[in-house]
């Protein structure tokens, strides 16, 4: 039992230091791809490196739901891998070790990974969601230029939402220009323009979005009846401090939306349909996508064990590789559930059963010493991914 003891928090040690790594070297990854969106926003809208700050802090429950899962794939792995690679495997197998005994550390630090990751998609990513809500809103409030991006459809001021494909920071000029105005109680405007200019007034709150060759479209929700007018030039005022909404009146999105509120909605049973649909299927994502920490790191166990003749290097892009199978899964899932003809549940959790039946297929096979051979393509994959970032390193 001693021994168990030892072997089970030697392993387990061994995870802490590939996990770091890789967690530290995988969010930072991520967080580069803001890094133009907040270049942007401190040249062009003058934002506070305070308010840039709070964004980036914001923004890393969203990207660590998903590197939680790889880094503990990726650590198993290469302990796993270098373990073999220096004969340990063979020496604990020669002391009367089975791999079967190797397995509690395997899971317990899997299910550490669970629980961290659960914490992430269950509170901290609803709550980082809409904290970058409210903080767009806020950053809305001191500049209209920065309620505007590009190929967005910006959303930030209340009562209107805004999409231009294109804003010439300099002179102004919009282009491909759509504005839905709901701010008359029962009318919504919709306006289209291909062209137009964004107008600051003196007060410096008070802005007016000019069109150019558009058409309006206004629909009266208590008739349902519908106008359209062609225009040559069409102004749209917007005060900021009236269209900058307070926190009390800033309505939740699906996604920013906790689990209990989640199945309150669902519970609530609303007419849409589609809407219904893919809140079900955030639900079942905020906790097939923790759990698949112990199915990927399953699955890493009898793929590190076995690859005694790859490299350590190696053992990234295997984490990679296998971990953009369960992602490409996972994205199959929502693009079928959001149809309606396939199960969300189904769904969300099938990438776990794929990836789950494969580990036990590779650790009993491991375990009768008949190893799985990593299919060709596999390797070859590998091997690319390997010279991408070798090139990097150049």
């Not at 890094?35 to 907040?38: F, G, K, L, S, V």
């Not at 302990?79 to 020496?91: D, G, P, V, Y």
């Given at each position: 039992?001693?021994?168990?003891n030892i072997i089970t928090w030697y392993i387990f040690r061994q995870f802490l230091s590939p996990f770091a790594i890789t967690l530290f070297f995988l969010t930072f990854v991520f967080l580069m791809m803001r890094?133009?969106?907040?270049t942007n926003m401190v040249v062009n809208y003058?934002?506070?490196?305070?308010?840039?700050?709070?964004?980036?802090?914001?923004?890393?429950?969203?990207?660590?739901?998903?590197?939680?899962?790889?880094?503990?794939m990726i650590s198993v792995l290469i302990?796993?891998?270098?373990?073999?690679?220096?004969?340990?495997?063979?020496?604990l197998k020669g002391a009367g070790v089975s791999l079967y005994r190797l397995l509690p550390p395997v899971l317990v630090f899997c299910a550490a990974g669970v629980a961290l990751t659960l914490f992430f998609t269950v509170f901290?990513?609803?709550?980082?969601?809409?904290?970058?809500?409210?903080?767009?809103?806020?950053?809305?409030k001191q500049s209209i230029d920065a309620a505007l991006q590009e190929r967005q459809f910006n959303s930030g001021l209340a009562g209107i939402m805004v999409y231009v494909s294109h804003v010439d920071v300099k002179t102004k000029d919009l282009t491909n220009i759509f504005i839905?105005?709901?701010?008359?109680?029962?009318?919504?405007?919709?306006?289209?323009?291909?062209?137009?200019?964004?107008?600051?007034?003196?007060?410096?709150?008070?802005?007016?979005?000019?069109?150019f060759n558009g058409e309006i479209n206004q629909v009266n929700m208590d008739d349902n009846s519908v106008n359209n007018i062609q225009f040559g030039n069409y102004d749209i005022n917007i005060d900021l401090d009236e269209a900058g909404s307070s926190n009390s009146t800033i309505a939740r999105e699906l996604d920013e939306r906790n689990i209990k509120d989640l199945i309150a909605y669902i519970r609530s049973n609303p007419g849409d349909r589609a809407a219904l649909n893919a809140a079900v299927m955030l639900m079942h994502e905020k906790l097939s996508i923790p759990f698949a920490c112990l199915f990927l790191g399953f699955l890493a166990f009898p793929l590190g064990v076995q690859s005694v003749s790859l490299r350590k290097s190696s053992g990234f892009g295997m984490g990679v590789f296998f971990f953009l199978v369960y992602y490409c899964l996972l994205a199959l899932g929502w693009s079928l559930g959001e149809t309606g003809k396939y199960p969300p549940v189904l769904g969300m959790w099938l990438p776990n059963f794929v990836i789950g039946c494969t580990g036990i297929v590779f650790l009993v096979r491991n375990a009768n010493e008949k190893p799985v051979p990593v299919p060709l393509f596999v390797l070859n994959m590998l091997k690319i991914i390997k010279k991408i970032f070798m090139k990097k390193k150049i």
């Open positions: 039992m001693k021994k168990a890094i133009p969106a907040i003058n934002a506070g490196l305070s308010s840039i700050g709070m964004m980036l802090v914001y923004s890393l429950p969203v990207f660590l739901k998903y590197t939680f899962p790889m880094s503990v302990t796993f891998m270098r373990m073999s690679q220096e004969n340990e495997i063979i020496a901290a990513e609803p709550w980082a969601k809409f904290s970058i809500k409210k903080k767009s809103i806020e950053l809305a839905e105005d709901r701010r008359t109680k029962g009318v919504v405007s919709i306006s289209v323009a291909p062209s137009g200019r964004l107008i600051q007034h003196r007060s410096g709150h008070i802005y007016t979005i000019r069109l």
